[in-house]
């Protein structure tokens, strides 16, 4: 039995991967009634009536609150945890080293998933402590595999995990939105625009999974005085790189401000 305290879109996007890998033993808890009985009646899972009541029927526990409420979650269930609970928690900023103080163990396990989760094209990180045996760290990996792609690593890692991949995906939609944009300013309707700028990114990606480097690529693409050499031009004038770094280092930034070790 995998217990989630928390039922929010993350939580729901996770539980549905979790039955479409043929997974089914799952309880959850919300503190929306509504939003318990429309997890219950659309996944036909077992809900709980606490936190608590999430902790004496499963053993892997999913902490999927938003970081402000992880406190009164935690002194809530304090009380019910044993040494057979692993904590899986989702909550961003928040370090394994502070759920640990919180709750009196130290079978925690932290991970950052991102919203592409939702179609199951998620990047989950991971960072598991070294007393976390194999066989229960097969287990979560399981878990976030069935949402998307899964990568480990060390926990210094996560404030910039949490700008690369959590914020990545806000970053990938401004950028679309301005080709889109551009593409009606310049005459074509927005539909088409959409369209023609999703299935250049969704190619583009493809041709770089397939091991085309980013240099190979553009050099596919540029011919000497053409119209892809006067766009790159453009962007290398008004210093998008750089912006780029900027924005992912200043959400590394933020993400240590936030975070509660």
């Known amino acids: 039995m995998i217990g989630f305290i928390g039922g929010g879109n993350m939580a729901e996007a996770i539980i549905s991967g979790l039955q479409k890998s043929g997974k089914r ?61 692993l904590f899986v928690s989702i909550a961003a900023g928040i370090y394994i080293s502070y759920i640990t103080e919180k709750l009196g163990t130290e079978r925690v396990v932290r991970v950052m998933p991102n919203t592409p989760a939702l179609v199951r094209e998620g990047m989950s990180v991971l960072t598991f402590p070294e007393r976390i045996s194999k066989k229960e760290k097969a287990v979560v990996l399981k878990i976030f595999q069935s949402v998307g792609k899964v990568m480990e690593l060390s926990e210094e890692h996560m404030d910039t995990v949490t700008a690369l991949s959590g914020s990545g995906p806000a970053f990938f939609a401004h950028f679309i939105e301005s080709m889109v944009e551009a593409g009606v300013r310049m005459g074509i309707p927005y539909e088409d625009s959409l369209v023609l700028t999703l299935q250049t990114a969704i190619g583009t990606i493809r041709l770089l999974e397939s091991g085309k480097s980013t240099f190979e690529l553009k050099r596919m693409v540029t011919s000497p005085g053409g119209t892809t050499a006067e766009g790159l031009f453009v962007m290398d004038h008004g210093a998008l790189k750089a912006i780029v770094k900027d924005a992912i280092e200043a959400a590394t930034i933020k993400s240590i401000q936030l975070s509660r070790r």
């Open 25 to 85: 033993e799952i309880i959850v808890f919300d503190t929306n009634p509504g939003r318990l009985d429309y997890l219950k009646n659309r996944y036909n899972l077992k809900t709980a009536r606490s936190n608590s009541e999430v902790l004496s029927s499963a053993r892997t526990i999913v902490l999927a609150v938003k970081p402000q409420h992880i406190d009164n979650v935690l002194d809530e269930i304090k009380e019910a945890v044993s040494k057979e609970h």
